[in-house]
Nanobody
Framework: QVQLVESGGGSVQAGGSLRLSCAASGRTFSSYYMGWFRQAPGKEREFVAAINWSGGSTYYADSVKGRFTISRDNTKNTVYLQMNSLKPEDTAVYYC?????????????????????WGQGTQVTVSS
């Protein structure tokens, strides 16, 4: 069983920054494929960013490209999402997700169904 715990959410003004963290349990975190998703009220959960097991491959939604950076520290069992130049439309609950196997990850990293484990989410609110 993999447990994921997000932290770092909060309220900021437009143009500000936040760094989200997702701490994972399990001795094999270094082999997990990880993703960040978000869900705004009344909307479906959407892909934000993803990173492979080594950190050598990263992917972003067009809406956050150039503003957000996903990274990981396998020695700390943690994945991060650095969010800069935040906009009001970034307001949502942010979730991290884990795919421990990664068999089809490269072809479906942006899909909710790819990930087997999810955190409880952390709220990010950006005011104009």
């Amino acid at each position: 069983q993999v447990q994921l715990v997000e932290s770092g959410g909060g309220s900021v003004q437009a143009g500000g920054s936040l760094r989200l963290s997702c701490a994972a349990s399990g001795r094999t975190f270094s082999s997990y494929y990880m993703g960040w998703f978000r869900q705004a009220p009344g909307k479906e959960r959407e892909f934000v960013a993803a990173i492979n097991w080594s950190g050598g491959s990263t992917y972003y939604a067009d809406s956050v490209k150039g503003r957000f950076t996903i990274s990981r520290d396998n020695t700390k069992n943690t994945v991060y999402l650095q969010m800069n130049s935040l906009k009001p439309e970034d307001t949502a609950v942010y979730y991290c997700a884990a795919d421990p196997v990664g068999v089809s990850w490269y072809g479906s990293f942006s899909q909710v169904y790819t990930y087997d484990y999810w955190g409880q989410g952390t709220q990010v609110t950006v005011s104009s």
